[in-house]
């Protein structure tokens, strides 16, 4: 793989809160941080060197207890913004009417699942199925028992620094999480497709070389492939958004070994990318198995997986699958109505259209501030190199960290993501506008003048 480890950042959130500064804080800080340590364990993490506590949101916008406003640049899961009153309605209804289970007859669930896979077009979306769930984790995990089942196989593919949930399967290949966090004996990893480091021209093949060579290794070994699992804008490996053919080879390779081709659209779907609704569909790939998440339901837990019929349909035969409040009717309700806004409100466009302001303003800030190594992305969905050295393109993970907390501090709220960790995720609601652009350039450069 062409990364190499950084034991200074390897698996860890250098943008988190250090315990050990609890000192620096306020009183009323000291005081939930300590509570919350006592109460929920010591396996949680908080964001910033100097946490955020809110109380309410409203579009793009979060509010602290004491009225104190921030720009929300890198919330995901409100994909239509804080508080949308339409999903509101939505939940509220269907609450106060029923909320149970998918083994009642129901026409909502039925209706979703048509809209939805009405958007994807390929096999998936002419004759596919979709199986509900709570959680992208869940997705992931029902997936690749589905491509375990279909194909006979163990072996399971992800890039370096991938991210596909924390259940023990899911958990098991991701890399993410750290070295502390085991990875399968049946997982191999391939390289992110560095296109800040690597010539465009090259990448596709480069990337299908790997997973070509990753699954003869699986096929020595005794596993054999079940599935290749990817997340198109690879979110966690640094945010790498092109070249768009980048995938295609990949999938011939995959399906040539027997394998599945599982598109994560937990962080990349429902129009985050500007160009599709589905971050696969960039690369004019057809999956075999479609997962999603987060956005789906603007804070509600629900989270889905599509599948195409021949690759379900020994599972569907062979074993049971129900999940008690996967498909409930108020996460239905709420998707349902994040659908719909996404298409009623063109906030796919707005993604496209917005995402290419923000990029543009950027790059004008590299031309300021030698720190900005490389602006890529697509839509709304953002990711700034930070390096030392532009000559070298070497990582620079304290410059993030920096600027992470510089903008918390001025009340601008982003993360940063990578192998290295020194990639700023900017990755707001779909909502977003043009004047919350503008907010968010004035205030980043005034982070960058002060590094």
Request: hydrophobic residues 40%; neutral net charge; contains cysteine.
């Amino acid at each position: 793989m062409s990364n190499s480890g950084n034991p200074a950042t390897r698996g860890k959130m250098v943008n988190a809160f250090n315990p050990d500064s609890l000192s620096q804080l306020s009183e009323e800080s000291r005081a939930l941080i300590s509570k919350r340590a006592r109460l929920l364990g010591p396996a949680y993490r908080l964001f910033y060197k100097n946490p955020v506590e809110v109380s309410r949101g409203k579009g793009v916008l979060l509010y602290d207890k004491h009225g104190n406003e921030y720009l929300d640049a890198y919330n995901n899961v409100v994909s239509v913004g804080h508080a949308h009153p339409r999903v509101v309605e939505a939940v509220t209804e269907q609450m106060s009417t029923l909320c149970t289970h998918t083994r009642y007859l129901q026409e909502g669930i039925l209706k979703y699942s048509e809209d939805l896979l009405g958007t994807f077009g390929g096999r998936v979306g002419a004759a596919g199925h979709t199986m509900f769930t709570c959680t992208g984790s869940e997705a992931n995990d029902l997936a690749l028992r589905i491509a375990k089942h279909y194909t006979g196989k163990q072996g399971i593919i992800v890039t370096s620094e991938a991210y596909h949930g924390n259940s023990e399967l899911t958990a098991g290949f991701s890399p993410s999480l750290g070295d502390s966090s085991p990875l399968g004996t049946w997982v191999r990893r391939v390289g992110a497709p560095d296109s800040y480091r690597i010539p465009k021209e090259n990448l596709g093949r480069w990337f299908a070389d790997q997973v070509a060579a990753q699954i003869h290794d699986l096929e020595r070994h005794g596993n054999g492939l079940a599935a290749f699992i990817v997340d198109s804008m690879f979110s966690s490996d640094g945010v790498y958004a092109h070249p768009v053919d980048l995938l295609k080879p990949v999938a011939e390779v995959v399906r040539k070994a027997g394998g599945v081709f599982i598109a994560d659209e937990v962080q990349s779907g429902f129009g985050r990318t500007g160009d599709k609704l589905w971050g696969y569909q960039r690369h004019g790939i057809d999956p075999d198995i479609v997962t999603m998440g987060k956005p789906m339901g603007n804070g509600f837990p629900v989270a889905a997986v599509a599948v195409a019929p021949e690759v379900v349909e020994s599972f569907g035969r062979d074993m049971r699958y129900f999940n008690t409040f996967g498909g409930n009717t108020v996460a239905i309700a709420a998707a349902q109505a994040v659908l719909n806004i996404i298409r009623d409100e063109g906030l796919v466009e707005n993604s496209q259209k917005v995402g290419k302001l923000l990029r543009d303003g950027l790059q004008g800030l590299a031309s300021k501030f030698n720190q900005i190594g490389d602006v890529r992305g697509s839509g709304l969905y953002v990711g700034v190199e930070l390096v030392s050295d532009r000559a070298a393109k070497t990582p620079d993970a304290a410059a993030a960290a920096a600027v992470v907390n510089g903008l918390r501090e001025r009340r601008v709220l982003i993360s940063a993501t990578g192998f290295h960790a020194n990639t700023l995720k900017i990755r707001p609601p779909l909502v977003f506008s043009a004047a919350n652009v503008d907010r968010f350039l004035t205030e980043i450069e005034a982070v960058f003048k002060t590094l």
